[in-house]
Structure formats: structure tokens, C-alpha cells
């Protein structure tokens, strides 16, 4: 088995880049994964921190109640974005990122399809 690389982004960035039709690129210093021409997750550092960015619709209320009781960690924006920020000693649950990549994945491909006919 491969040793992991002390990176908590590179888990994510390797998930998003599997989804079908992703193009991964460069958002200035972030890296970014779009889908049918629309983005669903940024990641990059920030003040030392890794930062990810997802789009959510129905765990929003999940996001804003992180985002209460740990407003250091997570920001619920006045869009569909909500931003997490952790470490490699204090990782995000592989549970939650897992899910939350899917429906931002899900909810940028719909918009994507909708932007195409």
C-alpha cells in the first residue's frame, strides 16, 4: 500500500479528478475542478491551513451548523459555497469531504447540462 503523502488535500484532489468529464486547472493560487464548464471545488492553503471550497444545496444546513459551532474551520458564503479549512493534524473527516465533493460535483454537473442546451 502507498504511503500517504502528509497532504490532505491530495485524497480530494485525486477524488474530484476521477469524476467523468472533469477539467482540473488553475484558479490563481487554487487548484479547480469543473464539470460541463462549471466549478464545484477549489483547494488550496491559506494562513499556513488547507483550504477547500465546495458547492452545497442540501447540506447547507449541516455547513451552517459547522459553521456556528466552529467558525474557524468553516464559512457558509451568501452562495452556494461553503469553505473548510483544516489541517494535516486536524484532517476533514474523509466522510464528510467524500459526500460533499459528490453533491458539489452533482449540483455543478446539472447546472452544466442546463447551461448546454
Do not use: H, Y
Not at 33 to 54: D, P
Not at 76 to 102: D, I, M, N, Y
Amino acid at each position: 500500500m502507498p504511503k500517504a503523502s502528509g497532504d490532505p488535500l491530495d485524497a480530494i484532489r485525486r477524488k474530484a479528478a476521477a469524476f467523468a468529464g472533469v477539467e482540473a486547472g488553475k484558479a490563481c493560487t487554487q487548484s479547480s475542478f469543473k464539470v460541463g464548464g462549471q466549478a464545484f471545488l477549489f483547494l488550496g492553503t491559506q494562513g499556513g491551513r488547507c483550504k477547500a471550497m465546495f458547492k452545497l444545496a442540501a447540506s447547507r444546513p449541516e455547513a451552517e451548523r459547522l459553521a456556528r459551532e466552529r467558525p474557524a474551520d468553516f464559512q457558509v458564503g451568501s452562495g452556494p459555497w461553503v469553505t473548510a479549512r483544516f489541517s494535516a493534524e486536524a484532517p476533514l473527516p474523509a466522510a464528510l469531504w467524500t459526500r460533499w465533493l459528490g453533491e458539489s460535483r452533482a449540483l455543478a454537473a446539472a447546472k452544466g447540462r442546463k447551461g448546454n442546451r
